[in-house]
């Protein structure tokens, strides 16, 4: 089932239920999707890549407010982030654990042959693209700047 679908179908269901908490953070994910493929220049169909990365970005932007709303003692609004992000990664795939991404990331090292900071990019576009909807991107960052620094 397509990740449009589930969405929606879900937000049915929490129409039902009245569930406004779960209703909101849907209709989150279906405007983004709903930008995404409307946008210039785009056929109107998603990619599963696509739609991950929307996904992610999301609960990105929900956990940073989150941050900004509890640096600013707003815990009300902070808490309301943090909830409407733990609703949208349920629709990401499970996140890999970090020593699991060191090792993977340790692997890729290995195979480029990547000895310094200056081959960071090439490791992390390889990082990138294998562990997408898998890992978060500054996790990624941060665990090959570890291994590559002396």
Known sequence: MDLEKLIN?????????????????????KAAILLEKTKE????????????????????????????????????????????????????????PADQVTAFIGRIITQTGATSMKDMGKVMGLASKELAGKADNKMISEIVRKLLSP
């Open 9 to 29: 179908d879900d937000i049915k269901s929490a129409m039902l239920a009245r569930d406004a908490e779960k209703l909101e953070a849907l209709r989150a994910i």
């Open 41 to 96: 220049g785009t056929s109107g169909d998603m990619s599963e890549e696509t739609a991950l990365k929307i996904l992610q970005k999301l609960v990105k932007q929900r956990r940073e407010s989150a941050d900004i709303y509890a640096g600013a003692g707003r815990q009300d609004l902070s808490a309301k982030e943090l909830a409407d992000a733990m609703i949208i990664e349920k629709y990401l795939p499970q996140q890999m």
